[in-house]
């Protein structure tokens, strides 16, 4: 019960900005004045608050304000996506310290991976002149599907060799801190409510566009995970019933017709892309049908799909095509911002949730063409139209949002309030 109230403490402080007095405290938690004041003198003495000053409030004694003290913790995020794998250091208001970015090795086994990941995150903490006690852990936001229970990453899209890999105990072994393994679109929304301010209140849904496509659910503050961990696989649903074929055996899923790989083999089909991943110079007279607002092929061959590690430049390279004035490119963008707005509407009636955020490593080629066209499309197919709208926005967390939601997973799991502290172990 101590530690569950400790937590209740300062996770109210930590909502606080501006800091709170041990009689707001008390107030807000609705705990006796001398639990919190006990409470308060632990956190002070861990260092994980500070007294900042003091303030009157109407008549007696001015009243010492409490906040956060940032630097009283760190934490590790790690993003692993086929495409890039990004490390982000944080400290306990979840600032970003520091940060690194490398392309991600598909060729090279897991075990070179981890051993290189390991290495990372030790360079990383030893850059940063931080203690290692003042570490609280490391967390890891991978592609799924996962094991929760084990820690493990079980056979993830365009990770070869990744069968079944316990990437949580192997890296704690290589960095000799604890770890903590969630899905990259689960870790995206957990940034999102730490970090996203205003968006990543009440209930939302977080679309990830990543290597991969998913969705993180957030209701009423809570995320959902689903009973093994992974929840949010939406690669299923059907965005254009006249796509092409998926291997469900279904026509037009999200996996063949939304997906950046999908977007890039369309575009090197029409010519605006070489297999290079640079923008053609001109194309043959046999694509001209690709007009801004009409179809493109319904069948955008998987041989024309890139390797992961392509997909930054060819995507950046897509974009630039279509803000150069590139009606097929433009047109390419927009069809997709097309499917992706029926497959939120599907998610958004399936929850009723009153927000999406859309987020990850590709979010920022999207957005132009994602931010005005989506909301009119989720307000067509809303049952709840006529009770409340649905908000669309990009993330607020920042670039980094899987590393950064990854280092939010150790500090929630560290100081949030959670029921399960309440539990006596047998």
Known sequence: MADFNLS???????RAPKGLSRVQLAGLVGLAPQTVSNICRRLLDQELIIEAGKEAAGPGKPRTILRLNPQGMYAVGVHLDPSLTTYALLDLAGNQIRRRQHPTDTVAGPDQVIADMGAQILELVRDSGIETARIAGVGVATPGPIDSHQGAVVDPPDLPGWGRVLLRNRLAEATGLPVLLDKDVTAA?????WKGGASGTGSFVFFYLGTGIGCGMVLNGEVVRGSSGNAGEIGHIVADPDGRVCDCGKRGCIRVTCMPSTLVAEA?????LADDGGAQERRGADDGGAQVGGRGPASSGADNRPAAGELPEQMAALSEAAASGDEAARGILERSAARVGCAVAVVTNLLDVERVVFGGPF?????EYYLDPVPALI?????????????????????????????????????GPHAAKLLLAD
């Open 379 to 415: 307000r067509e197919r809303s049952v709840t139209s006529g009770v409340h709208s649905v908000e669309v926005v990009g993330t607020g967390a920042g670039d980094d949002v899987g590393a950064v939601g990854a280092a939010c997973l150790v500090l929630e799991h560290r100081l």
């Open 189 to 193: 929304a957990v940034a999102e409510i």
């Open 8 to 14: 209740v403490i300062l996770d109210a402080v930590r």
């Open 363 to 367: 979010w920022g080629y999207l957005k």
């Open 268 to 272: 090197r089909e029409l010519g605006v």
